[in-house]
């Protein structure tokens, strides 16, 4: 019983930053943990970064850490995520996703995806 919504996404030189943003809705977030996730074609979808709703606990795929940081905001039942220094092979779709259970095997919810685009 959750909507996420992702937006943010764009084309942006090498470099440079952006920020995404998952607007959830339908359900409180108090027990969930939110995380990204990217898909570039041709390539299986990666994880990217996770957070916890409750406490704010983080963690991040090696080839993010010190680039890319997750975050949510409460009074909004938003997550983001900045991108900083990006490089060409962030070029992805990005998925906004939602692990209602975290005890159980696999995400719950998906959002629609926003392209990514890292020009050289």
């Known amino acids: 019983q959750v909507q996420l919504v992702e937006s943010g996404g764009g084309l942006v030189q090498a470099g440079g930053s952006l920020r995404l943003s998952c607007a959830a809705s339908?359900?409180?977030?108090?027990?969930?943990?939110m995380g990204w996730f990217r898909q570039a074609p041709g390539k299986e979808r990666e994880f990217v970064a996770a957070?916890?709703?409750?406490?704010?606990?983080?963690s991040y795929a090696d080839f993010v850490k010190g680039r890319f940081t997750i975050s949510r905001e409460y009074a909004k039942n938003t997550v983001y995520l900045q991108m900083n220094s990006l490089k060409r092979e962030d070029t992805a779709v990005y998925y906004c996703a939602a692990d209602e259970e975290p005890s159980s095997p696999g995400y719950d919810y998906w959002g629609q995806g926003t392209q990514v685009t890292v020009s050289s």
């Open positions: 339908g359900r409180t977030f108090s027990s969930y943990v």
């Open positions: 957070i916890r709703w409750s406490g704010g606990s983080t």
